[in-house]
């Protein structure tokens, strides 16, 4: 089992950056794939990002890339998103979400991931 906890969310203004954490217990969160997802009001929820047990690989939405950045403290048992350059369109509740693995297209679809945290609010002011 695996609990994951969101935080550092909120308000910011267009062109700003936010750190989000997500805190993780478990004793096998070294070994799982975390990713981050994002639901707008009314829209389905939609992967961002995610990164490999070891933070080899990295992947990221096409709307984020160069943006934003994933990574993971498997010491202190966190994955962060920085996001940066924020755009109003990144408006969204931020969920984090680990699995134990995943390959190709599998891992985009928010249905095929095990564990969630409560999520955590993004709002970007124009």
């Known amino acids: 089992q695996v609990q994951l906890v969101e935080s550092g969310g909120g308000l910011v203004v267009a062109g700003g950056s936010l750190r989000l954490s997500c805190a993780a217990s478990?004793?096998?969160?070294?070994?799982?794939?975390m990713g981050w997802f994002r639901q707008a009001p009314g829209k389905e929820r939609e992967f961002v990002a995610r990164i490999t047990w070891n933070g080899g690989s990295t992947r990221y939405v096409d709307s984020v890339k160069g943006r934003f950045t994933i990574s993971r403290d498997n010491a202190e048992n966190t994955v962060y998103l920085q996001m940066n350059s924020l755009k109003p369109e990144d408006t969204a509740v931020y969920y984090c979400a680990a699995r134990p693995f995943c390959s190709g297209y599998g891992c985009y679809d928010p249905t095929t991931w095990n564990y969630w945290g409560q999520g955590t609010q993004v709002t970007v002011s124009s």
């Open positions: 478990g004793r096998t969160f070294s070994s799982y794939v």
